[in-house]
């Protein structure tokens, strides 16, 4: 990390690497919640431990000025091809069913949802 | 047969029918089931489909009828569907599935005619850049069996170094074709973004994926790249085969390019030793014809940041695929669908696959998503004009293609510097260019590479110009010290 950042962008990470701690600290599990994984208990601080670094080194392009420079989504530019609105695909739901976990009927099982 | 063969020569030996397509096919995956115990290049082997496959190759020769790849090996990295194949991109999650259709460069270069060997190994959803996160193990480098061949495409590159294929395919996210290419000492192409498909391919960050050729020479590779790439309506995002002429050799002639090198690529080079190797490759493209200045990419040091915020974006978002309900492993007796989703999800990724998904999270959710994932998207332009401006005046640029040569396994424990493996990859990533990584020297006997990158579309131009290097060197012939 050290090697590569400018004088500069170091001085503006080393203030921000305390701010970016808290956050994790106080959202690793708001952030669990959203992504749906569960970690187990020795998991916990390894992984707030990893975010916190990760964080602290992202927050790096908070040093760019930006100000004119229009997102860049696509790498040139583009957009979604459009095409014609003619069905061209035919699902084969049995064999595409072959490698789900649960299924009956042609129905994908789940845990019950309403009691 | 000659396990360090290259596909020309094996192209040649079958047109002149010194072996069979059976008989090489026989040869590699003879091979690669007395040596591969060590190396772990391959997640799965399919000696009869290559047989059979072999066998059809045969058949059409004997009628006449041969394409310029017909009968030679390829193995494909384990993040491309085949049909009736198992695809585990690495991962748990995906440890029995089996995609209903072939990749899109996979049925090309079946239609081509080439004999899949396999499926080999790689990162766990091609996130890492030493092949250990790999839920099937670590693979091996076979220049040193205790050092990593460098990820993502690790298996690949580390299969073609130890002659169990003389090519194979990778994907490139953010450097994982050229940075294990570049610490196998093999040749490998990450084209530009849209031009080859990426239907079928298992997604990681989809505005950055990019599937290339691996092999020996870059010769192997501008056969396969013919092959692979162009215009594809199942990929959305794939380019017009109109629009993809771009700076292509027009004359056999080599032209005289004039090369850039960013000084910011150079500058916290120490080792004088790799700097001198670098010189090297410089002077071999001068004695060619080419050109140097020196120029700047002043965004460069922020291409890591940039990158593993919207790598991680997309890659939390194309993962939230993963429910155990559809495909995928599923935990064990659940108890409601919310315990459903966490367990299959915890139990199915590993460490570093749950680490980019909550980054990935943390910078799309709110209050955070214009610090984070738009102003990454602003510095990814700010990073793209860099190139779009020196392209300007040079040609191509000429920069190293990794920081260091392939370390031992274990040793970079810690996420954030392993990330810095990429330094000199992501930048091209991001900017969506071709990028070729070439052997040019060793160091303490492990491989060190050079990286050529040129505008949108110069894929040809790049591997004429890496074409032509070779015939002044020979670093790609070097062996490694594998037993026969």
């Known amino acids: 990390m050290a090697g590569i950042l400018s ?6 990470c080393a203030a921000f690497a305390q701010f970016a701690m808290k956050i994790v600290r106080q959202d690793i599990e708001k952030l669990c919640s959203l992504a749906r994984l569960a970690l187990e208990e020795n998991e916990q601080s390894q992984v707030r431990n990893d975010l916190e670094r990760i964080i602290a080194m992202i927050d790096a392009i908070g040093s760019v000025a930006t100000d004119d420079i229009e997102p860049l989504a696509h790498p040139l530019d583009a957009t979604a091809r459009l095409r014609a609105d003619e069905v061209t695909e035919y699902v084969d739901r049995d064999t595409l069913q072959q490698s789900a976990p649960a299924t009956r009927n042609g129905l994908y099982l789940v845990p019950r949802v309403i009691d | 047969m000659n396990s360090a063969a290259t596909l020309a020569e094996l192209a040649a030996g079958l047109a002149a029918r010194d072996f069979s397509s059976v008989e090489l096919t026989r040869f590699y995956l003879e091979r690669i089931e007395r ?14 489909r290559a047989l059979e496959q072999a066998a059809q ?22 993040i491309f569907c085949t049909a009736g194949v198992r ?16 990749a899109t460069v996979v049925e090309r270069l079946q ?5 899949m060997l396999g499926k080999t190994n790689m990162d766990e959803f091609a996130m890492g850049s030493s092949c250990e996160t790999s839920y099937f ?29 003389p090519a194979a395919l990778g994907t490139d996210t953010g450097g994982s074709i050229r940075q294990p290419a570049a610490l196998c000492g093999i040749s490998g192409l990450k084209p530009t973004y849209g031009r080859v498909s990426r239907f079928g391919m298992v997604a990681f960050a989809s505005s950055l994926d990019q599937g290339g050729p691996m092999a020996r020479t870059v010769d192997d590779l501008r056969l396969l790249f013919g092959a692979m790439a162009g215009f594809d309506p199942k990929d959305s995002t794939s380019v ?3 629009q993809a002429t771009g700076t292509e050799p027009s004359s056999d002639a080599p032209r005289s390019l004039t090369i850039g090198l960013p000084r910011e690529y150079f500058a916290g080079l120490a080792d004088p030793e790799l700097a001198g190797l670098y010189q090297d490759a410089r002077r071999a493209l001068e004695q060619l014809g080419h050109r140097f200045i020196d120029v700047s990419l002043p965004h460069t040091d922020v291409a890591v940041p940039t990158y593993y915020v919207i790598a991680s974006a997309e890659a939390s978002t194309n993962l939230s695929r993963y429910d155990g309900v559809r495909y995928g492993h599923r935990c064990a007796d659940p108890k409601d669908l919310t315990d459903l989703y966490e367990r299959s999800r915890s139990e199915g990724f590993g460490s570093e696959v749950k680490r980019r998904i909550l980054t990935g999270t943390y910078a799309l959710s709110i209050g955070y998503f214009d610090a984070y994932y738009l102003k990454a998207q602003r510095v990814r332009r700010a990073i793209r004009d860099d190139f779009l401006r020196v392209f300007a005046t040079v040609d191509a640029l000429l920069t190293p293609t990794t920081p260091t040569t392939a370390f031992p396994l274990g040793q970079i424990s810690d996420p954030v510097e392993m990330y810095q493996q990429d330094v000199f990859t992501v930048p091209a990533s991001l900017a969506g260019i071709p990028a070729l990584a070439l052997p040019c020297g060793f160091k303490a006997g492990l491989p060190v590479s050079i990286q050529l990158m040129g505008p949108h579309f110069s894929d040809l131009q790049l591997l004429e110009v890496g074409s032509a290097y070779q015939t002044r060197t020979d670093w790609h012939r070097r062996v490694a010290p594998m037993p026969e």
Not at chain 2, 57 to 78: C, E, T
Not at chain 2, 87 to 102: K, V
Not at chain 2, 111 to 115: C, L, R, T, Y
Request: proline share 6%; with cysteine.
């Open chain 2, 57 to 78: 190759a045969d058949q059409h020769r004997q009628s006449g009828n041969v394409a310029a790849l017909s009968g030679l090996p390829i193995a494909f990295k384990d």
């Open chain 2, 35 to 48: 040596l591969d115990a060590t190396i772990n290049s391959f997640i799965t082997l399919t000696p009869a």
């Open chain 2, 137 to 165: 193990g670590a693979a091996r480098n076979p220049w040193d069996q205790e050092r990593v061949p460098g990820g993502s495409s690790g298996g690949s590159a580390a299969a073609i170094a130890a002659g169990f294929t």
């Open chain 1, 7 to 12: 004088k500069e962008r170091l001085c503006y």
């Open chain 2, 240 to 242: 017009p085969t109109a």
């Open chain 2, 87 to 102: 695809t585990s991109c690495g991962s748990r999650m995906l440890e029995n599935f089996i995609a209903p259709y072939d």
């Open chain 2, 111 to 115: 239609q081509a005619g080439m004999v």
